[in-house]
């Protein structure tokens, strides 16, 4: 099969299209023709092999332990292990799993979902990592709700884009911050507002938020807090700031303690992969309350390309690589998925964590 492959830690040019064997599944894995791929920063971070501090997370020290890129899936199940009681051949279905980069790719069961009817392929494959990260971090840390006044600080990538959406289907009013391209993207999935951060400074303005979502990770705390409502929270969802040895970890670290001492709850968090909240999400899609939002499309031989064109931050929502019949054609190119607002008054699916 067809793969982009690396060898070693690095920018895009340690990527490779190779000819290599099919991935062997274990007994509660799946083996998932590949029709798309998500590309996110968390890709991104793997290829490099920076912070540091992942290579010790099982990833490999001097090398890559899985050669072949990429987490966002959605394809067709071509052939399922003997515990696997879920899926089975001929099934669509989006998630994460291991190695997406390539024709085929293996993925855990628990990892998966059925694909949303509505979706095309391309849509259901940048659903999953951004898609949890924006419902767990709103839901279960920052207990989003009804007429709650939210801030989403990044909303116009790829976890911000869904963290806008899914604001309004909790029926929050939600303001967005972004740079002066893409705030007509973010107003056009939803935001009552959005803030442009090179003409406003978003802590000077007056307005106070329940729950600030910081993407960005950029913002120190104390103007942050200056934001909120004086029982408010910070939910922080990692951030590319940092050193090349821990990244954004003391930030997290230090958000934890502080956050006792302040009248302020500050809340880091790390996304939990999980086949319910993989139906959560799939829930939100079917009934159009959440819409992928992506901006360009790449075919597999041009994942370098992908990965320089994410890190130089132009994507407006989410970047992918697609396997579709006729897509290896046109490198590059932009794909107009319809936006969808979310429908007013959606007091949401899944309540785990929700007070």
Same mark, same amino acid.
């Given at each position: 099969?067809?793969?982009?492959?690396?060898?070693?830690?690095?920018?895009?040019?340690?990527?490779?299209?190779?000819?290599?064997?099919?991935?062997?599944?274990?007994?509660?894995?799946?083996?998932?023709?590949?029709?798309?791929?998500?590309?996110?920063?968390?890709?991104?971070?793997?290829?490099?092999?920076?912070?540091?501090?992942?290579?010790?997370?099982?990833? #490999? =020290? $001097?090398?890559?332990?899985?050669?072949? @890129? !990429?987490?966002? %899936?959605?394809? &067709?199940?071509?052939?399922? +292990?003997?515990?696997?009681?879920?899926?089975?051949?001929?099934?669509?279905?989006?998630?994460?799993?291991?190695?997406?980069?390539?024709?085929?790719?293996?993925?855990?069961?628990?990892?998966?979902?059925?694909?949303?009817?509505?979706?095309?392929?391309?849509?259901?494959?940048?659903?999953?990592?951004?898609?949890?990260?924006?419902?767990? #971090? =709103? $839901?279960?840390?920052?207990?989003?709700? @009804? !007429?709650?006044? %939210?801030?989403? &600080?990044?909303?116009?990538? +790829?976890?911000?884009?869904?963290?806008?959406?899914?604001?309004?289907?909790?029926?929050?009013?939600?303001?967005?911050?972004?740079?002066?391209?893409?705030?007509?993207?973010?107003?056009?999935?939803?935001?009552?507002?959005?803030?442009?951060?090179?003409?406003?400074?978003?802590?000077?303005?007056?307005?106070?938020?329940?729950?600030?979502?910081?993407?960005?990770?950029?913002?120190?705390?104390?103007?942050?807090?200056?934001?909120?409502?004086?029982?408010?929270?910070?939910?922080?969802?990692?951030?590319?700031?940092?050193?090349?040895?821990?990244?954004?970890?003391?930030?997290?670290?230090?958000?934890?303690?502080?956050?006792?001492?302040?009248?302020?709850?500050?809340?880091?968090?790390?996304?939990?992969?999980?086949?319910?909240?993989?139906?959560?999400?799939?829930?939100?899609?079917?009934?159009?309350?959440?819409?992928?939002?992506?901006?360009?499309?790449?075919?597999?031989?041009?994942?370098?390309?992908?990965?320089?064109?994410?890190?130089?931050?132009?994507?407006?929502?989410?970047?992918?690589?697609?396997?579709?019949?006729?897509?290896?054609?046109?490198?590059?190119?932009?794909?107009?998925?319809?936006?969808?607002?979310?429908?007013?008054?959606?007091?949401?699916?899944?309540?785990?964590?929700?007070?």
């Amino acid at each position: 099969m067809k793969a982009i492959v690396q060898t070693k830690y690095g920018p895009p040019d340690v990527l490779e299209l190779a000819d290599i064997a099919k991935p062997e599944i274990g007994a509660g894995e799946v083996l998932v023709r590949v029709r798309a791929a998500g590309v996110d920063r968390g890709v991104w971070h793997l290829m490099m092999g920076l912070p540091y501090l992942v290579r010790l997370f099982g990833f #490999g =020290l $001097r090398a890559p332990k899985n050669p072949v @890129p !990429g987490l966002d %899936v959605a394809g &067709v199940v071509e052939k399922v +292990g003997k515990d696997v009681t879920r899926f089975r051949p001929g099934d669509e279905v989006f998630g994460i799993g291991k190695g997406t980069f390539a024709e085929y790719a293996r993925a855990p069961e628990g990892k998966l979902a059925p694909k949303p009817a509505n979706l095309s392929f391309e849509e259901a494959a940048v659903l999953a990592v951004s898609g949890l990260t924006a419902l767990q #971090g =709103l $839901r279960d840390y920052g207990r989003v709700g @009804p !007429g709650q006044n %939210v801030l989403v &600080v990044g909303a116009s990538g +790829g976890v911000g884009t869904y963290a806008v959406q899914i604001s309004k289907a909790f029926g929050a009013r939600v303001s967005g911050v972004s740079g002066p391209e893409k705030t007509e993207m973010v107003r056009s999935i939803g935001a009552d507002e959005v803030i442009d951060y090179t003409r406003e400074d978003f802590t000077e303005r007056g307005e106070r938020y329940d729950l600030i979502l910081d993407i960005a990770g950029t913002s120190p705390f104390a103007r942050l807090r200056r934001a909120l409502t004086p029982k408010g929270t910070i939910v922080l969802v990692g951030g590319e700031g940092g050193g090349r040895l821990f990244g954004v970890v003391p930030r997290l670290l230090r958000a934890m303690i502080l956050s006792p001492f302040v009248g302020h709850e500050l809340r880091p968090f790390v996304s939990s992969e999980n086949h319910e909240d993989m139906l959560v999400l799939g829930e939100l899609a079917g009934a159009g309350k959440v819409t992928p939002t992506v901006d360009r499309t790449f075919p597999l031989a041009e994942v370098p390309e992908a990965m320089r064109y994410l890190e130089a931050g132009r994507a407006r929502g989410k970047v992918l690589i697609s396997l579709e019949s006729g897509r290896e054609a046109r490198p590059g190119a932009d794909t107009a998925a319809t936006l969808r607002s979310p429908a007013p008054g959606f007091q949401g699916p899944g309540g785990r964590g929700r007070p």
